[in-house]
C-alpha cells in the first residue's frame, strides 16, 4: 500500500507537501460555515428532538434538508461521547449528494478544529468535494496530507481526482493518472472510463479517447455498453459515423450487446450527417436483432425521412409506432405535418394535425407554422 502511496504522490508533487497552515491548507478552503455559525443553528435547532443515532440508524439522513442536515451536524459535536467517524461519513455524503460540497468542506473544517481524526473514507469524500468544486489543488493538498498520516489512496481517491483533472482542462494528466492506476493494479470502472473520455471529446482528442480504450484492454480493463456508449456518442457528434460503426462491429466482436441508446445515437448521427439509407438500414439491423427502438429513434428517422421528401416512408413508420403500442408525440406529428406541407399534400398534413388532437397531443410552433405556411402557399 505504502508503495501505492508513493507512487500516486509523484503526480501531485507540487502539492502534497503543502502545510496545513497558510495559502495551500484545505482545512480553510471555504469556511461558510464558521464556529459561531454553527452554534447559531444549534440554538435554532436546539427546540427539536434530534437523536442522531436513531436517524443514522434508521436511514432518515438521506431524506434530510441541507438545513435539518447541518442542525444535526450541531447536535453530533455536542454528543459525549462523540459519534464514530462513520456517523459523520454518513452526514457528510448525504450532504454532498445534495450538491453543497462547499458546506461539505466547511464541516470538514469544523470537524478538523475539533480534533476529529478523519479515516479513508472521510477523506474521499472531502478529495470528491475539492475536485467536484474545481479545487483541484486543494484536493491534492488533502491527499498529500492523508498519505503522511498513513492513508494511501484508492479507487475512490483516484477517480475523484481523475474527475477534477479532466474538469480542470488538465486532460493529459487525467490519462497519465489512469495508466498510473492500472499500473499499481487497480482496475477502473465504468464510471472512471466514462469520465475520461467525455473529457477527451471535450478537449478534441477523439482519436485519443479510442486509443485510451485499445491500450486499456491490452492491460486487462475490459470496457462495457457504457464506455462504448461515450464512445459512440463523442465520433457521431463529431461526424464520424463510419467510425461509430466501427465501434459497433468492434463491441459485436467482443460479445458486448449494444442496447437502444448506442443504436439510437448512430442513428442520429447518420441522419444529420445525410445519410438516410444507412440510418433506415441501421434501424433495420437492431430490429432484426430484438433490440426496441423508442420515441427518440423514430422522430430521428421520420425526420429525416421528411427532409429528404420521403414522406411515405415516414408515414409508414408512424405506423409501425403505432402498431408497436410506442406513443408518438409533438416532435413526431409536427415532422410529419411540415413533410406533407412542402410536398402540397394539405389535406393528409391536416389529419394528421385533427389526429393528434384526437391524442391530447399539443401542437406546438412548428406545427402552427408548418400549416399556416401550407395554407398561404395554396391560396
Same mark, same amino acid.
Given at each position: 500500500?505504502?508503495?501505492?502511496?508513493?507512487?500516486?504522490?509523484?503526480?501531485?508533487?507540487? =502539492?502534497?507537501?503543502?502545510?496545513?497552515?497558510?495559502?495551500?491548507?484545505?482545512? $480553510?478552503?471555504?469556511?461558510?460555515?464558521?464556529?459561531?455559525?454553527?452554534? !447559531?443553528?444549534?440554538?435554532?435547532?436546539?427546540?427539536?428532538?434530534?437523536?442522531?443515532?436513531?436517524?443514522?440508524?434508521?436511514?432518515?439522513?438521506?431524506?434530510?434538508?441541507?438545513?435539518?442536515?447541518?442542525?444535526?451536524?450541531?447536535?453530533?459535536?455536542?454528543?459525549?461521547?462523540?459519534?464514530?467517524?462513520?456517523?459523520?461519513?454518513?452526514?457528510?455524503?448525504?450532504?454532498?449528494?445534495?450538491?453543497?460540497?462547499?458546506?461539505?468542506?466547511?464541516?470538514?473544517?469544523?470537524?478538523?478544529?475539533?480534533?476529529?481524526?478523519?479515516?479513508?473514507?472521510?477523506?474521499?469524500?472531502?478529495?470528491?468535494?475539492?475536485?467536484?468544486?474545481?479545487?483541484?489543488?486543494?484536493?491534492?493538498?488533502?491527499?498529500?496530507?492523508?498519505?503522511?498520516?498513513?492513508?494511501?489512496?484508492?479507487?475512490?481517491?483516484?477517480?475523484?481526482?481523475?474527475?477534477?483533472? !479532466?474538469?480542470?482542462?488538465?486532460?493529459?494528466?487525467?490519462?497519465?493518472?489512469?495508466?498510473?492506476? @492500472?499500473?499499481?493494479?487497480?482496475?477502473?470502472?465504468?464510471?472512471? =472510463?466514462? $469520465?475520461?473520455?467525455?473529457?477527451?471529446?471535450?478537449?478534441?482528442?477523439?482519436?485519443?479517447?479510442?486509443?485510451?480504450?485499445?491500450?486499456?484492454?491490452?492491460?486487462? !480493463?475490459?470496457?462495457? @455498453?457504457?464506455?462504448?456508449?461515450?464512445?459512440?456518442?463523442?465520433?457521431?457528434?463529431?461526424?464520424?459515423?463510419?467510425?461509430?460503426?466501427?465501434?459497433?462491429?468492434?463491441?459485436?466482436?467482443?460479445?458486448?450487446?449494444?442496447?437502444?441508446?448506442?443504436?439510437?445515437?448512430?442513428?442520429?448521427?447518420?441522419?444529420?450527417?445525410?445519410?438516410?439509407?444507412?440510418?433506415?438500414?441501421? =434501424?433495420?439491423?437492431?430490429?432484426?436483432?430484438?433490440?426496441?427502438?423508442?420515441?427518440?429513434?423514430?422522430?430521428?428517422?421520420?425526420?429525416?425521412?421528411?427532409?429528404?421528401?420521403?414522406?411515405?416512408?415516414?408515414?409508414?413508420?408512424?405506423?409501425?409506432?403505432?402498431?408497436?403500442?410506442?406513443?408518438?408525440?409533438?416532435? $413526431?406529428?409536427?415532422?410529419?405535418?411540415?413533410?406533407? @406541407?412542402?410536398?402540397?399534400?394539405?389535406?393528409?398534413?391536416?389529419?394528421?394535425?385533427?389526429?393528434?388532437?384526437?391524442?391530447?397531443?399539443?401542437?406546438?410552433?412548428?406545427?402552427?407554422?408548418?400549416?399556416?405556411?401550407?395554407? !398561404?402557399?395554396?391560396?
Amino acid at each position: 500500500m505504502m508503495r501505492r502511496s508513493f507512487a500516486i504522490a509523484s503526480t501531485a508533487n507540487r =502539492f502534497v507537501h503543502a502545510s496545513l497552515l497558510g495559502k495551500g491548507n484545505p482545512g $480553510t478552503a471555504s469556511p461558510s460555515i464558521s464556529l459561531f455559525g454553527l452554534r !447559531c443553528w444549534e440554538r435554532a435547532f436546539s427546540g427539536l428532538s434530534y437523536d442522531y443515532r436513531e436517524k443514522l440508524r434508521n436511514g432518515l439522513v438521506q431524506d434530510l434538508k441541507l438545513d435539518d442536515a447541518i442542525g444535526l451536524f450541531g447536535e453530533m459535536v455536542k454528543s459525549r461521547p462523540l459519534p464514530s467517524i462513520i456517523d459523520f461519513n454518513k452526514l457528510l455524503t448525504a450532504i454532498a449528494k445534495m450538491k453543497k460540497y462547499d458546506v461539505v468542506i466547511s464541516l470538514g473544517e469544523q470537524m478538523q478544529n475539533l480534533r476529529i481524526a478523519n479515516d479513508l473514507y472521510t477523506y474521499n469524500i472531502l478529495i470528491n468535494c475539492f475536485c467536484r468544486s474545481s479545487q483541484l489543488p486543494l484536493a491534492l493538498a488533502l491527499l498529500g496530507k492523508m498519505m503522511k498520516l498513513g492513508y494511501g489512496p484508492d479507487i475512490v481517491t483516484l477517480s475523484s481526482l481523475l474527475n477534477g483533472y !479532466c474538469h480542470g482542462n488538465r486532460i493529459s494528466e487525467a490519462v497519465a493518472l489512469l495508466d498510473q492506476m @492500472v499500473e499499481m493494479g487497480y482496475k477502473p470502472d465504468t464510471v472512471t =472510463f466514462t $469520465t475520461l473520455i467525455h473529457g477527451l471529446f471535450l478537449h478534441n482528442k477523439a482519436s485519443e479517447a479510442v486509443a485510451l480504450v485499445e491500450r486499456m484492454m491490452l492491460k486487462g !480493463c475490459q470496457p462495457n @455498453v457504457l464506455t462504448y456508449g461515450a464512445l459512440v456518442n463523442g465520433v457521431c457528434k463529431r461526424g464520424e459515423t463510419d467510425l461509430a460503426l466501427r465501434l459497433l462491429k468492434k463491441m459485436e466482436e467482443e460479445k458486448i450487446k449494444a442496447d437502444v441508446v448506442i443504436y439510437s445515437t448512430i442513428i442520429d448521427g447518420l441522419c444529420k450527417y445525410r445519410h438516410p439509407d444507412d440510418a433506415l438500414n441501421l =434501424f433495420n439491423e437492431m430490429d432484426n436483432k430484438g433490440i426496441r427502438p423508442n420515441v427518440f429513434t423514430y422522430n430521428t428517422l421520420i425526420s429525416c425521412l421528411c427532409n429528404y421528401g420521403r414522406w411515405e416512408d415516414a408515414a409508414g413508420l408512424l405506423r409501425d409506432m403505432i402498431e408497436r403500442s410506442i406513443n408518438p408525440d409533438v416532435v $413526431t406529428f409536427s415532422a410529419l405535418i411540415d413533410g406533407f @406541407v412542402k410536398e402540397g399534400k394539405l389535406l393528409e398534413a391536416e389529419k394528421l394535425y385533427k389526429e393528434m388532437i384526437k391524442r391530447s397531443i399539443v401542437p406546438n410552433t412548428i406545427t402552427y407554422n408548418s400549416l399556416i405556411n401550407g395554407f !398561404c402557399m395554396q391560396s
